[in-house]
């Protein structure tokens, strides 16, 4: 950020006009004040060399005028942009009057500033400046103001993000990372799976050449927690990992639903479309394309997130009616298991930017995802918005030291919304290398409602397991809606905070209605009897 900056104020520099505003000649001699004024004209007709060497002359007489010391630091504004000299006038000038008059004053204080991670400074700079440009303004002072509008922006933002760092300590989970990079991290709802992405060679054991410089494609990688630690990760098994380029998953709280995409050349391009594998008969099923309504053959569809009962797909497209390069999309499942139409998420949510790698959260309205074109410490940064209340809010940035200047891509957050997991490099002691499968406690603003999964079964009077759907209403717009495996299982996700409504209905049975909170949960089996 600050190089990108330095180029950035050179280039405002380079634009700033003369200007030949005093304010304490009056001071000095009639000699004196002839020179200052040669020193001007020079300064106006691009003669900065011998400008400054009558102004420095003019400085070691009147150590406490501010207009040379002001003069001075435009020249080193104009000559090469000389920034050791524009860092040495220009807070002299404030020093020897805080109220001087010519707003460029107060603005290259605020450069300063700004360069400095002084926003707070910055910001009553910038505020200084534009009150005396909205006064007495000049042609020179507008030449700067959309310049000088930009920085209070930012200024104002970095300064609150700096006043308001989050705890922010992550641990390595070591037993998932290695000296290659690991990414997308993905952590079932009832944190039995971990499933990622990590480069891994494909060059054969038995050869003489060597492959350290061969491309190491993506793989997909599976490890089980057992008792306090997960295993050691193993490549995902068929269908996955069959040399089409694979991204990141996502399952439903029932893990028998994994959602992912894969890129695949059609008529000379590669084209990202989102792929379903069901887990059945202990294995995971041939992968399906999500079809028509989500992937198009010319766009890319990636990085899904399906929410916990499996009726909500949020991915990530250049499709086109978005806002920007990359939106977020979402659609919802058709009673037949089709999917319908994609609903851009609109401008609560997306920019002219690009928005990438969302999440949604087990609470079904809490949406975590990355983006470039929103307020951001440098690339793309990881944001959090409530679906339900976008009509009051726009997204909230993770803040300081959680997102940083480099990209901050992707984000999952546990069901009780404490825990928190992300891929990225980490400077802690317990470092693997690269990027690492890091685990945090999110701090309590930035969390979601909080949820408890509950597992359980459905079955008929006489014990036999019953297919059915298992309505949960804890106050969101949409009521989540899930459907038990054909043993009758179920995985649901009820609200900590609030009261939840659950209704269980199969056909040919008699619905049941039950208040449920996790100090009053559900019995582990459902019994619905006959009509």
């Given at each position: 950020?600050?190089?990108?900056?330095?180029?950035?104020?050179?280039?405002?520099?380079?634009?700033?006009?003369?200007?030949?505003?005093?304010?304490?000649?009056?001071?000095?001699?009639?000699?004196?004040?002839?020179?200052?004024?040669?020193?001007?004209?020079?300064?106006?007709?691009?003669?900065?060399?011998?400008?400054?060497?009558?102004?420095?002359?003019?400085?070691?007489?009147?150590?406490?005028?501010?207009?040379?010391?002001?003069?001075?630091?435009?020249?080193?504004?104009?000559?090469?942009?000389?920034?050791?000299?524009?860092?040495?006038?220009?807070?002299?000038?404030?020093?020897?009057?805080?109220?001087?008059?010519?707003?460029?004053?107060?603005?290259?204080?605020?450069?300063?500033?700004?360069?400095?991670?002084?926003?707070?400074?910055?910001?009553?700079?910038?505020?200084?400046?534009?009150?005396?440009?909205?006064?007495?303004?000049?042609?020179?002072?507008?030449?700067?103001?959309?310049?000088?509008?930009?920085?209070?922006?930012?200024?104002?933002?970095?300064?609150?993000?700096?006043?308001?760092?989050?705890?922010?300590?992550?641990?390595?989970?070591?037993?998932?990372?290695?000296?290659?990079?690991?990414?997308?991290?993905?952590?079932?709802?009832?944190?039995?799976?971990?499933?990622?992405?990590?480069?891994?060679?494909?060059?054969?054991?038995?050869?003489?050449?060597?492959?350290?410089?061969?491309?190491?494609p993506l793989k997909l990688y599976l490890s089980t927690h057992q008792d306090t630690l997960f295993?050691?990760?193993?490549?995902?098994?068929?269908?996955?990992?069959q040399g089409d380029p694979e991204g990141g998953v996502t399952l439903t709280a029932d893990n028998?639903?994994?959602?992912?995409?894969?890129?695949?050349?059609?008529?000379?391009?590669?084209?990202?479309?989102?792929?379903?594998?069901?887990?059945?008969?202990?294995?995971?099923?041939?992968?399906?394309?999500?079809?028509?309504?989500?992937?198009?053959?010319?766009?890319?569809?990636?990085?899904?997130?399906?929410?916990?009962?499996?009726?909500?797909?949020?991915?990530?497209?250049?499709?086109?009616?978005?806002?920007?390069?990359?939106?977020?999309?979402?659609?919802?499942?058709?009673?037949?298991?089709?999917?319908?139409?994609?609903?851009?998420?609109?401008?609560?949510?997306?920019?002219?930017?690009?928005?990438?790698?969302?999440?949604?959260?087990?609470?079904?309205?809490?949406?975590?995802?990355?983006?470039?074109?929103?307020?951001?410490?440098?690339?793309?940064?990881?944001?959090?918005?409530?679906?339900?209340?976008?009509?009051?809010?726009?997204?909230?940035?993770?803040?300081?030291?959680?997102?940083?200047?480099?990209?901050?891509?992707?984000?999952?957050?546990?069901?009780?919304?404490?825990?928190?997991?992300?891929?990225?490099?980490?400077?802690?002691?317990?470092?693997?290398?690269?990027?690492?499968?890091?685990?945090?406690?999110?701090?309590?603003?930035?969390?979601?409602?909080?949820?408890?999964?509950?597992?359980?079964?459905?079955?008929?009077?006489?014990?036999?397991?019953?297919?059915?759907?298992?309505?949960?209403?804890?106050?969101?717009?949409?009521?989540?809606?899930?459907?038990?495996?054909?043993?009758?299982?179920?995985?649901?996700?009820?609200?900590?905070?609030?009261?939840?409504?659950?209704?269980?209905?199969?056909?040919?049975?008699?619905?049941?209605?039950?208040?449920?909170?996790?100090?009053?949960?559900?019995?582990?089996?459902?019994?619905?009897?006959?009509?």
């Amino acid at each position: 950020m600050r190089q990108l900056l330095l180029l950035f104020l050179l280039l405002c520099a380079v634009a700033t006009p003369a200007v030949a505003q005093t304010s304490h000649s009056g001071t000095m001699s009639d000699a004196d004040q002839k020179t200052f004024q040669r020193a001007i004209q020079d300064y106006q007709k691009g003669r900065y060399i011998p400008s400054a060497k009558q102004l420095r002359i003019l400085a070691a007489r009147h150590p406490s005028n501010p207009d040379i010391q002001f003069f001075l630091g435009l020249n080193a504004v104009k000559h090469n942009f000389n920034v050791a000299g524009i860092r040495r006038y220009f807070p002299q000038v404030l020093r020897l009057d805080p109220n001087y008059p010519d707003p460029l004053a107060h603005y290259y204080m605020g450069l300063i500033h700004y360069t400095d991670n002084q926003f707070d400074q910055a910001v009553d700079d910038f505020t200084r400046y534009f009150q005396l440009a909205n006064t007495n303004g000049t042609p020179e002072s507008d030449a700067t103001y959309m310049e000088a509008s930009n920085y209070l922006y930012w200024s104002r933002f970095l300064a609150e993000a700096y006043h308001n760092i989050a705890p922010f300590h992550p641990r390595v989970i070591t037993s998932l990372s290695s000296s290659e990079d690991e990414t997308m991290p993905f952590f079932s709802l009832d944190g039995t799976l971990c499933i990622f992405l990590r480069p891994t060679s494909t060059a054969s054991r038995a050869s003489f050449h060597s492959h350290e410089l061969d491309p190491k494609p993506l793989k997909l990688y599976l490890s089980t927690h057992q008792d306090t630690l997960f295993s050691p990760p193993t490549l995902l098994p068929a269908p996955f990992n069959q040399g089409d380029p694979e991204g990141g998953v996502t399952l439903t709280a029932d893990n028998r639903e994994l959602y992912y995409p894969v890129i695949r050349r059609f008529r000379g391009y590669n084209n990202s479309d989102i792929y379903l594998s069901t887990f059945d008969s202990n294995r995971w099923q041939p992968i399906r394309n999500l079809g028509d309504s989500v992937n198009r053959p010319d766009t890319w569809e990636s990085q899904p997130s399906i929410s916990p009962d499996g009726q909500w797909l949020y991915f990530a497209s250049n499709r086109p009616g978005g806002l920007g390069g990359t939106d977020i999309w979402r659609s919802r499942r058709n009673p037949d298991g089709s999917w319908g139409t994609p609903v851009n998420l609109g401008s609560a949510v997306n920019s002219p930017g690009n928005e990438r790698c969302p999440f949604i959260h087990a609470d079904g309205h809490t949406l975590y995802f990355s983006s470039n074109g929103w307020q951001s410490f440098g690339g793309y940064d990881l944001f959090f918005i409530d679906l339900d209340r976008t009509d009051l809010a726009i997204p909230a940035n993770l803040g300081l030291p959680i997102n940083t200047e480099s990209d901050d891509i992707t984000l999952s957050v546990s069901p009780d919304g404490i825990k928190a997991h992300l891929a990225a490099p980490t400077d802690s002691a317990d470092r693997i290398g690269g990027s690492d499968i890091l685990q945090f406690n999110l701090y309590p603003a930035a969390r979601p409602e909080p949820m408890h999964l509950i597992k359980g079964r459905v079955t008929s009077n006489g014990g036999t397991p019953l297919p059915a759907t298992i309505t949960v209403n804890h106050g969101t717009t949409h009521p989540a809606i899930y459907r038990t495996a054909p043993d009758g299982t179920y995985t649901i996700l009820i609200s900590k905070s609030k009261n939840n409504t659950v209704t269980i209905s199969a056909p040919g049975h008699k619905t049941r209605t039950l208040p449920c909170t996790p100090s009053n949960p559900l019995p582990s089996t459902l019994v619905l009897s006959p009509q």
